[in-house]
């Protein structure tokens, strides 16, 4: 069983990955790579690229789903980093996964 100890020790290191996370960027980008988006490591959202040429060649629906993908991938590779990063600070604890 583990002690307090190891708690307390896993909760400072999770604090400190917060920190650590919120200040790396994931980019997603559409298939076509016209369309990108930037987000934290806490999954803020904080930069939109829109190549304007996709505008003369794709209607509003297309490009609303380049935004959709773009934010999924971003969101993937946030979401890879985080999982990989608290796996290495926290416990093996039997019934929780992360």
Do not use: W
Not at 50 to 76: G, H, N, P, T, Y
């Amino acid at each position: 069983m583990l002690g307090l100890g190891k708690f307390k020790e896993a909760r400072e290191k999770a604090e400190a990955l917060k920190v650590k996370l919120a200040a790396m960027n994931f980019e997603g980008k559409s298939a076509n790579e016209k369309v990108s988006i930037m987000c934290a490591g806490d999954k803020r959202f904080h930069s939109l690229h829109i190549d304007d040429s996709i505008f003369k060649i794709r209607s509003r629906e297309d490009v609303q789903e380049m935004i959709l993908e773009a934010i999924d991938r971003a969101q993937e590779k946030a979401d890879a980093t985080i999982k990989e990063e608290m796996s290495a600070i926290m416990p093996s604890i039997p019934g929780m996964s992360l």
